[in-house]
């Protein structure tokens, strides 16, 4: 009914740069709000920032400053522009939407399948 496309993730150097985008499509009514997560080996997953509906924003105070979450509504397409990135921040990544299908009443989390991330020298 609902599935989420991640693509951007790669290997980079510290202090590059990488863009992710994650879309969603299937029987789409709205979206409530879109973010990304991220799990390293041996951690717990974790939030990396999340944009609603209204298009507040939030972001873990480690990333702070160096990455930007965007959405494209038209799309239904959440970007994360990350700067300056650090080997800490290698991970798997996570899309993640809060979706109401068409001609249903209640939300249902989605999961995109991770896309890889990997800063290293």
């Known amino acids: 009914q609902v599935q989420l496309v991640e693509s951007g993730g790669g290997l980079v150097q510290p202090g590059g740069s990488l863009r992710l985008s994650c879309a969603a499509s299937g029987s789409i009514g709205s979206i409530n709000a879109m973010g990304w997560y991220r799990q390293a080996p041996g951690k717990q997953r974790e939030l990396v920032a999340t944009v609603t509906s209204s298009a507040a924003t939030n972001y873990a105070d480690s990333v702070k400053g160096r990455f930007t979450i965007s959405r494209d509504n038209a799309k239904n397409t959440v970007y994360l522009q990350m700067n300056s990135l650090k080997p800490e921040d290698t991970a798997l990544y996570y899309c993640?939407?809060?979706?109401?299908?068409?001609?249903?009443?209640?939300?249902?989390?989605?999961w995109g399948q991770g896309t890889q991330v990997t800063v290293s020298s």
């Open positions: 993640n939407a809060r979706i109401r299908q068409r001609l249903r009443y209640s939300e249902s989390d989605y």
